[in-house]
């Protein structure tokens, strides 16, 4: 496609729940990364995708945070018993390098997940 | 570990008013140095970038300025328009790690006609 996709783009559970938010990188870009952003703590990073494997998960919030992504392409972060602080915009970038040396990283419009 | 401050918004500004917001750091090693803006309901785009110290990014008549030696990258924009009303984020990616953006909190930009 043009651009990152994310689906879905709103998602309310109930809490205690399990979700999956999916992207869809730009066709081509190996790198791909999960971000959250919510009121009180700004972006922050969750997870790094180099192809397939995840060299850096060091920013996922808890055990019940997990992702993967297969074929080089698609990612699905899921999060198991959701709880109200899990509310936020979660949103997915790719680039065609890491971005270090001023790569860009395209961003998706995220998903925001409202748990009540 | 890396950090990026930039100033607390909102700001408000009328059309053709001079801009600046202020961004500081602290990043193991060399960063990149990024500006990023969120249009209203839209995805964060890359607005401009400098790779290197003394480098100036600049993209739709805004600039920034990469200086080492204040560890600052503040954007600055001559005379702003209605449509450059978004939200800005300044970011990095330091030599530590060659993938992960730190983000600044973001700074809330309305621009009155």
């Known amino acids: 496609g043009a651009g990152v996709s994310q689906s879905p783009s709103n998602k309310v559970t109930e809490k205690g729940k399990d979700v999956e938010l999916r992207c869809d990188p730009i066709s081509g870009h190996t790198a791909l990364y999960w971000y959250r952003q919510s009121l009180g703590q700004g972006l922050e990073f969750l997870i790094y995708f180099q192809g397939n494997s995840a060299p850096d998960k060091s920013g996922l919030p808890s055990d019940r945070f997990s992702a993967e992504r297969t074929g080089g392409s698609v990612s699905t972060l899921t999060i198991q018993r959701t709880q109200q602080e899990d509310s936020a915009v979660y949103l997915c970038?790719?680039?065609?390098?890491?971005?270090?040396?001023?790569?860009?990283?395209?961003f998706g419009q995220g998903t925001r997940l409202t748990v009540v | 570990g890396d950090s990026v401050t930039q100033m607390e918004g909102p700001v408000t500004l009328s059309e053709e008013a001079f801009l600046t917001i202020n961004c500081t750091y602290t990043a193991t090693g060399y960063p990149s140095l990024f500006w990023y803006v969120q249009y209203p309901g839209e995805g964060l785009q890359l607005l401009l970038k400098a790779t290197k110290a003394d480098d100036k990014g600049s993209n739709k008549g805004f600039e920034a300025t990469y200086r080492k030696e204040t560890t600052s990258f503040h954007l600055e924009k001559g005379s702003v328009q209605v449509s450059d009303s978004a939200v800005y984020f300044c970011a990095l990616v330091s030599g530590g790690s060659n993938y992960k953006l730190t983000f600044g909190k973001g700074t809330l930009l309305t621009v009155n006609p």
């Open positions: 970038a790719s680039s065609l390098a890491p971005i270090q040396g001023g790569t860009e990283a395209f």
